[in-house]
């Protein structure tokens, strides 16, 4: 089995992706197996100090420091279980020492598999508003809409002052599902979950759409590349 490298950003989610590789492990890999997994993480504030900037390739040299340290001890390949740096992927792939598995590549792939015409995004307004996923979903011939700007700018907040500390409140839940009413109002057949840690509030049972947990995707991804036969890189 490919040893996987996970390059972290936001704790909530990386542990997230962790525990459903080891969890769903076994299914593929017998009895309380699973592929070997290493993570590396920067301090989310590195992250969002560059973010807040604008500076994309600092990000960019942020995720290729994680992904070196990974190499050295031994990754075959990467995934980092934060939509939102993504948008700095594009600035890594050629440079890293490692392929990577792109979580909007899941999403898009798995919205298709499912037959969905018009996917609403949800994730921090860096992400809704930025050029992670249109492509992706462009290619697979899928639809997308996004909250307007002032619930843009609520789910933000509720990312980033609870989300990413583990603070899930009803009264977040009860916002997100009116977000996900209004997303279906404009015809919306799904919903992807974009911030790695919304599927720890927002759950299949409790949407009103059903929903493409981002997070949950990527690490069967890896799952699956990490047992495989050998073959092309990601």
């Not at 996900?180 to 799904?190: K, S």
Request: with cysteine.
């Amino acid at each position: 089995m490919k040893h996987i490298g996970i390059v972290a950003c936001s704790a909530e989610g990386a542990a997230l992706c962790f525990r459903t590789i080891c969890a769903e492990g076994p299914a593929i890999a017998g009895r309380h197996a699973h592929p070997e997994i290493s993570l590396h993480c920067h301090a989310l504030s590195h992250y969002m100090e560059l973010i807040y900037r604008d500076d994309w390739r600092g990000v960019a040299d942020l995720m290729l420091d994680s992904a070196s340290r990974l190499q050295r001890i031994g990754a075959d390949f990467l995934i980092t279980p934060d939509n939102t740096i993504h948008q700095a992927l594009d600035l890594v792939r050629d440079r890293s020492p490692l392929p990577w598995l792109h979580i909007a590549e899941e999403v898009a792939a798995e919205a298709a598999r499912r037959g969905f015409k018009r996917v609403g995004l949800t994730g921090t307004k860096y992400l809704m508003e930025g050029p992670v996923y249109p492509p992706k979903f462009a290619a697979r011939g899928i639809e997308h809409r996004i909250p307007p700007l002032a619930q843009r700018e609520r789910i933000n907040t509720i990312i980033f002052d609870e989300l990413v500390n583990a603070d899930f409140r009803p009264e977040s839940l009860a916002y997100f599902q009116q977000v996900i009413r209004d997303l279906q109002a404009e015809g919306c057949d799904a919903v992807a979950l974009s911030c790695t840690e919304i599927p720890l509030l927002v759950t299949p049972e409790n949407s009103p759409l059903p929903t493409l947990d981002s997070t949950r995707l990527l690490a069967r991804a890896a799952l699956r590349y990490a047992t495989s036969a050998a073959g092309a890189n990601p």
